[in-house]
């Protein structure tokens, strides 16, 4: 009988466990948007976004208007490195610095929290001409360069559109820059400056409603950096219940057995 007041109270404890651990999944922190891919086969940073299902194929995308017509945002992630790229309608690619500049600027919100864009995080641009930035925000709330650049990209204009391709590390042990592991999730905002410096600039910003000046980050987009699929995680497709899902069953299972014995012990 004291075998099985012992397991009694540790059905208990591991239900108790388990149910803390179901209500403490971390959860998104923004406004539920996601972006969500993994590539095998790396983008070729020249400033083509080539047609849907070649080199941008797998990305997640997603497609709004701004004032010259509209623009699609692709992101998708390999094992190195975190992919943006955006088609923008536009009458021109603007290349002159203080007189007319067409940019892409992302803000992250790398500790996730949907607070405010604070200091350490990073922020990185890619303008025409290929002039990549690489920067953080500082004590002082402003904007600094980040000594050690790991940005690339590369501008084209195709038709009617401008295209913005680039590339920044997962991971690449500056401290002034997102360190996401498989399975984090960041933040995120997309400005674009259409002539940036002249009298008819414009700023338009992804997702809708957030503003280029507002630190505020409750309503960002979020990017999940997905595991390669033969890391064993989730996203290789592999078969079998989810973690979670098999916790359920077998604390179900659990509680099953030593309900049945109680009862079967009381008739007895």
Same mark, same amino acid.
């Given at each position: 009988m004291k075998s099985m007041n012992f397991i009694g109270f540790f059905l208990l404890l591991i239900t108790a466990l388990f149910t803390s651990s179901i209500w403490t999944v971390p959860v998104n922190a923004h406004s539920g948007d996601v972006f969500e891919a993994y590539t095998s086969v790396p983008p070729t940073? /020249?400033?083509?976004?080539? !047609? %849907?299902?070649? !080199?941008?194929g797998a990305a997640s995308t997603v497609t709004f208007t701004m004032p010259e017509g509209d623009a699609t945002i692709y992101v998708m992630n390999d094992r190195r490195f975190l992919y943006i790229a955006a088609k923008v309608s536009d009458n021109s690619l /603007? !290349?002159?610095?203080?007189?007319?500049?067409?940019i892409l600027t992302i803000d992250f919100d790398v500790r996730h929290d949907g607070e405010q864009f604070n200091v350490g995080e990073d922020t990185i641009s890619l303008g025409a001409r290929n002039r990549v930035g690489d920067g953080f925000v500082g004590p002082?709330? @402003?904007?600094?360069?980040? *000594? *050690?650049?790991?940005?690339?990209g590369?501008?084209?204009?195709?038709?009617?559109?401008?295209?913005?391709e680039l590339l920044h590390p997962l991971d690449s042990g500056d401290a002034n820059d997102i360190a996401a592991a498989y399975g984090s999730t960041i933040g995120a905002r997309f400005i674009f400056f259409d002539e940036s410096g002249s009298d008819k600039r414009s700023i338009t910003v992804y997702p809708q409603g957030v503003s280029a000046q507002d630190?505020? *980050?409750?309503?960002?987009?979020?990017?999940?950096?997905?595991? %390669? %699929? @033969?890391d064993?995680?989730? =996203? =290789?497709?592999?078969?079998?219940? %989810?973690?979670t899902e098999i916790g359920i069953v077998v604390v179900a299972v659990g509680w099953a057995a030593y309900i049945g014995w109680?009862?079967?012990?009381r008739r007895s």
């Open positions: 940073i /020249d400033g083509v976004i080539d !047609e %849907p299902g070649r !080199e941008w /603007d !290349e002159v610095v203080n007189v007319g500049l067409d002082g709330l @402003d904007i600094l360069d980040d *000594q *050690q650049v790991d940005v690339d590369m501008v084209g204009r195709i038709g009617n559109y401008n295209h913005f630190a505020d *980050q409750s309503n960002w987009v979020d990017i999940v950096i997905v595991a %390669p %699929p @033969d064993g995680s989730e =996203s =290789s497709g592999g078969s079998g219940l %989810p973690v109680m009862i079967r012990k």
